[in-house]
């Protein structure tokens, strides 16, 4: 056999044998996930529910078929036994703690860090007593300061308070929830991913994340950042229009969440997404269309 007939031969055999690999290649890809009957629970925050009192924003929550309430946490520890005795007997129930402490955690200033500290931990307890799932932080937002710079050792340093706020949510009944932000608003996390990691190093069962909508065109795919934290660290999800943080429905063509919602079916997600915006037309109006908007692309996904 000479080289020319030698090699041709072989090429001949190669190809066979990937014509024939391929069956038995494909018969060992993984089957597409299938998706689990997860129920999309809706949530309101207290300022975007229509209503002029606690009650009565309870009753339209009820009558759209809306499961949660948000509420803010500055002065919730006054707040407990209202919500308590308001959300008795009802299909309501309280979903995430809006911030609402003083300070914050990644402050060079000590007394700006105490002040945290002590509010922080109060809105933990009031969150626990509550029955609410945590209480949603930003590490630092752009505009405060003096703020730790972004190395490994600020990283590090977060971790380590976090630690100790997610065993003292634990004793309370509740979670620390770590809320990633577009660069915009914060420099330090702005990634679900990034936030799901810190979370995974603080090795605390009490320290969650979420993801925002609005926040998430940091994302380059909503799917994938939510599967990114998973159900081990993904506690809680804010919803706004994707052009300008108003009521879903309101950006047209830009308000698509199908995506987000593919990942959050086939991971069996049960917790809220919740409306974290504002409204441009009619409340009375818009707001059903985007429960309904939401429903439809919920069923889409």
Known sequence: ??????????????????????????????????KPDTKL?????????IGDSLQEKLDYMEAHGVTGIEVGGRGLAGRVDELNKALEGRNVRVSAICAGFDG???SEDEAVKAQFDSTYREILQAAGQ??????????????QQPCRPHTMDTRNYLCEQLHELGEFALKCGTTVILEPLNRAECFYMRL????????????SEGVKCMGDFWHMKEETSDYAAFMSAGTKY?????????????????????DNYVDGFRALKEMGYQG??????????????????????????????
């Open 41 to 49: 629970n809706l949530c309101l925050q207290e300022g975007v529910c």
């Open 272 to 301: 809220f997404v919740s409306f974290e915006c504002g409204c441009e037309g009619d409340r009375n109006v818009v707001l059903p269309a985007a429960l309904d908007l939401l429903r439809a692309q919920w069923e889409q996904a």
């Open 192 to 203: 679900v991913s990034d936030a799901a990691a810190i979370a995974r190093d603080c090795d």
């Open 104 to 106: 914050f955690i990644l």
């Open 1 to 34: 056999m000479n080289r020319r007939s030698f090699i041709t031969g072989s090429l001949s055999r190669v190809a066979a044998a990937s014509v024939a690999s391929v069956p038995l290649l494909s018969s060992c890809a993984p089957a597409a996930p299938k």
């Open 130 to 143: 509550v029955g609410s799932c945590g209480v949603i932080i930003v590490p630092a937002f752009n505009g």
């Open 234 to 254: 993904l506690q809680h999800v804010h919803v706004a229009s994707r052009g300008r943080r108003i009521m879903p429905t309101e950006d047209g063509e830009k």
